[in-house]
């Protein structure tokens, strides 16, 4: 993990907070078959752009079912999928000089690092990620990694469609701005008051003082994770513990 002065500079970058569905776990055998991506920059945490992409996998056959159910994945609603080439290309030029952010986002990285070597694409992912994940873990004091739907229940943030990765990475960056908007101590002191009516209510523009956003910076630092290579991002997926 980067030391905390290290890590500013990247987040002088936009934040691309992104997700990936695949037709599985095994890096080999499975492939994305959706991508989302959602484009914001710091302090103020405006939506700068989206991007969402059904991807053709290679073959559905040995796919793990479960991911598939998951995903939403039919023929028939990824008949204008586009090519996994295509795909990458549409992501990399969407994130370029931006900084990806995820949950557990080695994993989502691992796959799109594979698909770029099958396809001798350049690396367009940086040395660098922020890891949501470990942010929110230590703010709302789970012992465990939490899942991301576990997370967005506490903080009472509203899904506005049945599972996809453009809905995981909008969840995500709502999760974020939950975390920037509050200090650990006012979050701890708002966290029981929160209903499903809050959300509403907290979708508009972020203000904080510039000793506020300074604060963050410092704190969210911590969580730069550097480091994006296979076997980094391998040992990183070998550590996770499910809350």
Request: overall charge negative; proline content about 2%; aromatic content about 8%.
């Amino acid at each position: 993990m980067a030391a905390a002065d290290s890590g500013l500079a990247h987040l002088e970058k936009d934040l691309v907070f992104f997700d990936c569905e695949m037709t599985g776990g095994d890096l080999d055998r499975h492939d994305i078959i959706e991508i989302g991506a959602v484009r914001s920059r710091l302090p103020e945490l405006s939506v700068v752009a989206e991007l969402s992409l059904k991807v053709e996998p290679r073959t559905t056959r040995g796919a793990n079912q479960t991911s598939l159910r998951i995903a939403g994945y039919s023929a028939k609603d990824w008949k204008s999928a586009v090519s996994m080439q295509e795909a990458l290309s549409q992501l990399g030029e969407f994130a370029a000089g931006g900084i990806f952010v995820g949950w557990a986002t080695y994993n989502d990285l691992l796959f799109v690092q594979a698909a770029v070597a099958r396809l001798g694409m350049e690396n367009f992912a940086g040395d660098a990620y922020v890891e949501l994940q470990d942010w929110a873990q230590q703010r709302l004091h789970l012992a465990l990694t939490p899942g991301l739907q576990r997370v967005a229940n506490q903080l009472k943030i509203v899904r506005d469609e049945e599972h996809s990765a453009i809905e995981d990475a909008l969840v995500t960056y709502e999760v974020f701005r939950m975390l920037w908007r509050y200090d650990s101590e006012e979050i701890d002191r708002i966290l029981p008051s929160l209903d499903w009516n809050s959300y509403a209510d907290l979708t508009g523009p972020i203000e904080v003082s510039d000793a506020q956003a300074t604060a963050r910076r410092l704190e969210l630092a911590r969580y730069i994770m550097v480091g994006t290579g296979r076997d980094e991002l391998l040992a990183r997926r070998g550590g996770f513990r499910r809350g």
